[in-house]
Every structure is written in structure tokens, then in C-alpha cells.
């Protein structure tokens, strides 16, 4: 009987020349394969530019801000307006070559609604900077320096919370009749900034001790320059995004105060004027109430949808 024969081990594979391994090739990896880096702004940018709505709001503010600059291309291709006013034609209803008709003096009311586009925007975009500014300022100091400060500035606050917008500016109008443009914007500013105050307040307190903060001060940087180069740049955003919800209150709050009789006086053009003097014809002559109304409410709706859309951008927990 013959024994089993021996099973030979197997060889190991030989392995490769390193001359014939194919190595990748270097450098940078290709784009898809690099992980997609943006900052905030980049971020809120890019989801701004997706909403379909936020361009419609953009377009309208975009055409109210070329009205106020420029009126008479949008009288001459919008109405036909000759640029007088006759009494014969007051109260006319809209036609053809009048849109929106005749006012109570016999002017062309398209023009005119146009033409009282200029005060309401710019109440609303100067009192708004005003109020940015002075808010910033007083919310910097109070978060930066607690103590003393910041109880006092803290408690100015609370003084002028306590006042309502529409009727302290009331008040204060009524006590200087003799007002115009300029008076209506300080009033509003020293009414409206308290908000964007305790914005702005609560950032630089929860920024004042971060580490880049910290760092900044031991190499020997003073209060100043810590408040501007490291502070305020950080804690700025949440402030001009409510300022930018505040344009549309303003301009609302500015058409309230000349419908009630204490904002701008005539011969000024107003949307707020125009509200006020068709008050008493609404039922006789809709027109004279229905289309400033409408160029006001969808001017202060644009400016809030487009604020609100910009505060969703920037803070991701609202996305």
C-alpha cells in the first residue's frame, strides 16, 4: 500500500517592481471632491437668491427707490399729465389717459401719488439710519463697559420704552407746529431706537469675553480699538437686520402721523396728506383713498418681507 504523496504549500504571488505601481497623481483634489466652504454672507446670499419672493420684494423697493429719485420719467410713462391743476377736473375718476384720475385740487393723481414717494422713503431710510447709528453707539458702550454705564444707558432705554411710537411723536409734534422734514426725522430717530439698542447690547456682552477678544487684550489692545476691530464687526448683522424690518414701520408710522395732521403740513406731497384728505370722500370717490393706500401697503410689505427673508438668511435656526 502506498503512502499518501505530500501536498506542495503554495507559493506566495510575487509582488509588483515599485516601477510598475501606478500612483495617483499628485496635487489638489478635484472641486467636487473638496468639502464646500462658505462664509455666513456667502451662506444667507445664496439662500436669499432662492426664494422667488425675496426678488419680487427686491424688484418693488428697487422701483419705489427710482420713483423718490427720479419721478418725472415715471409721470411721463405712466400718466398723461400736463403739470397743472384745474378745479374743473377734481374728484374725476380714472380713465384712460388718467389712471388713477384727479385729486380734490384737480391734479393728476398718479403724478402725484408719485411724486409723494420721495418723502415717505426718505423718512423711512434716514430715521432708520439715524436710529442704527445712535443704537449701535449706546449698545457698544453699555456692553462693553456693564457697570455704571450700562444701568444707566439700560435704564434711558426702559424710559423710552415706556413711550409709545405714535403717540410720543404725537405729543412732541403737536408742541412744535412749525415742523417739516427734518423735524419729522429726529423725532422719529429719538423714538425708534431703543429696540435695536438691546440688540445690539446683548451681542457685545456675549462677545466681549471670547477668546479672540481676550487674545486681542493681552497683546495690549485698548478698549477702542477692541470695540471696532473686534467687537463691532461680530456683533453688528442681528442689528442691521432689524433695522431693516424697522424701514417699513417707519414709513408706515411717518403715513400715520400726516393722516392724523401732526406729521408734514401741506403744500407737502405725502401718501400719508393724500390718506388724510380723501377721508371724507371715500364712499363718493373710492380712488382718492384706494391708490395711495395701495402704493403704502405694498411698499411697507415689501420692506417687511424682505427683512424678515434677510433675518431667516442669517440665522440658520430659522431656515
Known amino acids: 500500500m502506498t503512502s499518501p504523496q505530500p501536498v506542495p504549500a503554495p507559493q506566495p504571488t ?20 473638496r468639502p464646500a466652504a462658505g462664509s455666513l454672507a456667502s451662506d444667507a446670499w445664496r439662500e436669499l437668491r432662492s426664494r422667488p419672493l425675496v426678488g419680487v ?5 428697487l422701483l419705489v427707490a427710482s420713483m423718490a429719485a427720479v419721478p418725472s420719467p415715471f409721470i411721463a410713462l405712466l400718466t398723461n399729465d400736463s403739470g397743472r391743476c384745474e378745479l374743473a377736473d377734481s374728484r374725476v375718476g380714472p380713465s384712460l389717459d388718467h389712471p388713477f384720475g384727479f385729486d380734490l385740487q384737480g391734479c393728476d393723481y398718479l403724478a402725484q401719488i408719485v411724486r409723494g414717494t420721495r418723502p415717505s422713503l426718505v423718512i423711512g431710510l434716514s430715521v432708520t439710519a439715524g436710529a442704527l447709528v445712535l443704537s449701535v453707539l449706546l ?3 453699555a456692553g462693553f463697559y456693564g457697570g455704571w ?18 403717540l410720543g411723536a404725537t405729543v412732541i409734534l403737536v408742541a412744535f407746529p412749525d415742523h417739516g422734514l427734518g423735524a419729522m426725522t429726529l423725532v422719529l430717530v429719538a423714538l425708534g431706537w431703543t429696540t435695536m439698542a438691546r440688540v445690539m447690547r446683548a451681542q457685545v456682552i456675549g462677545l466681549k469675553d471670547a ?14 480699538r477692541l470695540m471696532i476691530r473686534h467687537i463691532l464687526p461680530n456683533a453688528v448683522t442681528p ?18 402721523l400726516d393722516f392724523l395732521g401732526v406729521g408734514l403740513q401741506y403744500p407737502a406731497l405725502s401718501w400719508g396728506l393724500q390718506l388724510n384728505a380723501a377721508q371724507s370722500y371715500f ?17 411697507v410689505l415689501s420692506f417687511i418681507l424682505l427683512g424678515d427673508a434677510v433675518r431667516d438668511a442669517y440665522d440658520p435656526k430659522l431656515r
Open 283 to 299: 364712499l363718493d370717490f373710492p380712488h382718492l383713498l384706494v391708490f395711495p393706500a395701495l402704493f403704502l401697503s405694498v411698499t
Open 239 to 256: 442689528v442691521v437686520v432689524v433695522a431693516m424690518l424697522n424701514i417699513g414701520n417707519v414709513i408706515s408710522g411717518e403715513a400715520t
Open 149 to 166: 454705564v450700562d444701568a444707566l444707558l439700560s435704564r434711558t432705554t426702559d424710559v423710552f420704552f415706556g413711550l409709545p411710537f405714535i
Open 139 to 141: 449698545g457698544l458702550l
Open 57 to 61: 420684494c427686491a424688484a418693488v423697493v
Open 14 to 33: 510575487p509582488a509588483p517592481p515599485v516601477e510598475d505601481l501606478v500612483l495617483p497623481p499628485a496635487g489638489p483634489p478635484k472641486a467636487e471632491e
Open 211 to 224: 477668546d479672540y477678544v481676550h487674545a486681542a487684550r493681552s497683546t495690549g489692545a485698548g478698549p477702542l
